[in-house]
């Protein structure tokens, strides 16, 4: 388990630090990950990577020439929150445009999405190219769904070698898309990863199983099988992965042996030699492997199997110089340092002044925002375990996370005086930089919305909180595109707005009109137990999650009750005049 750290949610953060302090030769740190501190070609296409922490050598150590220019590293095993990937992509851009590639998770495809869509507004091209290798996380016919795990390695050096050799952006974009059209992986695990300052890892294999079908996120494989030798592992690893081939498949294969973080180099060799003998018996020839750690998960016990079928094309690439942290193949000439751009600067200061009910109705949202940071401290390890079921088992400390930011920004902006709008905006972005992952790009997104829809207003009334509760809904569902049935937080939040609008409308007070929607919301978490989970990590894991209710929609339930409660007690912020708060917040006469 991992054991060296201070503070446990620092731990990703330091470690980014210190490796930057190992590899000042290769890598500069910028807000969000880092970039390549050697001079790059005016008008290369920049290839940027990345993921949660907790995988090195991906992917911070994939960085350098030949290779990545950049990589947006988020907190362990969670997603960049957007303004990380635009920060580090716009610090890496040399002219050519932008190419983001990276597993295909939920929170991954939700941030960078956003962080793309903010790139090409400012006129930087660029584009995306997600992952897709691992055979265990969909069938072949629906390969878009499928999980990038440690064919991550094959597309970042086949599209970093292309952009090396000066290759334009639609070029290095097709290339990684074939690529990966070309890659296929299986994963396998004898223990689970244990998360840093966690007691137990998020998974247990049995004594004497393997977890066939493994994430590199935590997630627990899709089946478990009596622990194989090392001949019968090679061959499950091998007939599976070549069943799977892609239809124009030649016979020349790179094949990659993984360690995910424990098993040692000499049983990563012994099985490889297992499966060079299979490969070659099917008739494949083998180009320049790799055996070793590449895309880990932390401690976890296990291995993963990728094969990548070549062509001519694909294998001068393949075969191309690289020189980074932790991986270099052949010769490059020696690169220039270049000078890296200071941190930008600070957000700029509110345009307008707070009105008196919009800065009351400020104060209030960040007392709101510090009790839901207190329902997530007391719910954290019960959230974590239940995510830990079918997920990766972050969704507590993801949640520690963002909520802790985000109750900082509310309160610094509501003392200084700002607006609701102000205050939410400021907390919803750190609450996605802080937390990072799905639940931090969709719970962000939805606060910022939130007070946008509330505004700076000389008065607030009823219909001003349905706004809200409204835009609150809406950026969930557009951005995060689950639908009732799902087994997500939409499952509980939908329930919750039709519950709040109908007593809103029918001229409940606010507190009222939360405590019935509440209600709504926890009962609709409760009986997401019942659902097969059709969206995110857990969808691999369809039967693990049965019985179980669905992590995102608990926590969901939880914060609104806490909040109901809050509200229907009439408190206010400490020292604050609580019956302006209320009127504020629309807690009274329908109109008033």
């Avoid at 001229?507 to 997401?528: F, I, P």
Wanted: aromatic share 4%.
């Amino acid at each position: 388990m991992t054991q060296i750290f201070d503070n446990p949610a620092d731990f990703a953060d330091e470690a980014l630090d210190g490796f930057v302090a190992a590899n000042r030769g290769y890598v500069a740190r910028v807000d969000g990950g880092v970039v390549r501190s050697t001079e790059m070609t005016p008008g290369q296409v920049a290839l940027v990577i990345g993921g949660g922490s907790g995988h090195y050598p991906a992917f911070a150590g994939l960085v350098g020439p030949g290779l990545a220019a950049a990589s947006a590293c988020g907190n362990m095993f969670a997603s960049p929150a957007a303004g990380q990937v635009y920060r580090v992509a716009k610090a890496a851009n040399a002219g050519g445009g932008v190419l983001l590639s990276y597993g295909n998770y939920a929170g991954d495809v939700l941030h960078f999405g956003q962080a793309q869509l903010r790139l090409n507004a400012e006129g930087i091209e660029t584009r995306t190219v997600l992952v897709t290798d691992d055979i265990a996380s969909a069938p072949l016919d629906q390969i878009e769904k499928r999980r990038g795990i440690a064919g991550d390695l094959t597309v970042f050096k086949i599209a970093g070698a292309a952009a090396e050799a000066g290759l334009d952006l639609d070029e290095v974009e097709r290339l990684a898309i074939k690529t990966n059209q070309r890659t296929r992986s299986l994963g396998v695990a004898f223990g689970g990863c244990t998360l840093p300052g966690a007691s137990e890892p998020l998974f247990q294999v049995p004594a004497g199983q393997m977890s066939l079908g493994l994430g590199i996120h935590g997630e627990p494989g899709i089946s478990e099988h009596p622990m194989p030798t090392a001949s019968e592992l090679a061959e499950l690893l091998v007939s599976r992965l070549l069943a799977d081939k892609p239809e124009d498949a030649g016979d020349r294969v790179v094949a990659i042996v993984n360690g995910l973080g424990t098993v040692k180099y000499d049983e990563l060799f012994l099985l490889f030699g297992k499966v060079e003998k299979l490969l070659s018996k099917a008739g494949l020839t083998l180009v320049e492997p790799e055996c070793g750690e590449l895309v880990t998960s932390l401690d976890m016990s296990g291995l993963s199997l990728t094969l990548l079928w070549l062509d001519d094309e694909l294998e001068q690439f393949w075969a191309a110089p690289a020189d980074t942290p932790a991986y270099r193949k052949g010769n490059l000439a020696p690169r220039a340092r270049r000078e890296m751009a200071g941190p930008e600067a600070a957000a700029a200061e509110e345009t307008e002044k707070a009105t008196a009910a919009s800065a009351d109705l400020g104060r209030l949202a960040a007392a709101v925002l510090a009790q839901v940071r207190d329902v997530v401290v007391e719910h954290e390890e019960e959230l974590g375990n239940l995510d830990a079921i079918a997920g990766d088992g972050d969704h507590g400390i993801g949640m520690r996370r963002g909520v802790d930011a985000a109750t900082a920004a509310g309160e610094q902006n509501a003392a200084a005086g700002a607006s609701v709008e102000r205050v939410l905006t400021e907390a919803g972005e750190a609450w996605s930089e802080r937390a990072g992952g799905t639940s931090g790009a969709l719970w962000g997104s939805a606060v910022i919305a939130a007070g946008l829809a509330l505004g700076n207003r000389e008065s607030y009334q009823a219909a001003d909180a349905a706004a809200a509760v409204t835009a609150f809904t809406d950026a969930i569902t557009e951005l995060g595109k689950a639908e009732p049935g799902d087994k997500t937080m939409v499952d509980a939040l939908l329930p919750f707005r039709d519950a709040f609008l109908k007593a809103s409308d029918g001229g409940a007070s606010l507190g009222s009109a939360l405590a019935e929607a509440a209600a709504a919301a926890t009962e609709a978490a409760r009986q997401t137990a019942d659902l097969r989970p059709l969206k995110g990590r857990a969808r691999p894991l369809a039967e693990k999650s049965l019985g179980h209710p669905d992590p995102g929609a608990v926590s969901f339930g939880l914060i609104t009750e806490r909040i109901a409660t809050y509200i229907e007690s009439g408190a206010g912020t400490p020292g604050a005049d609580n019956s302006k708060l209320a009127a504020a917040a629309g807690n009274g006469a329908k109109n008033d």
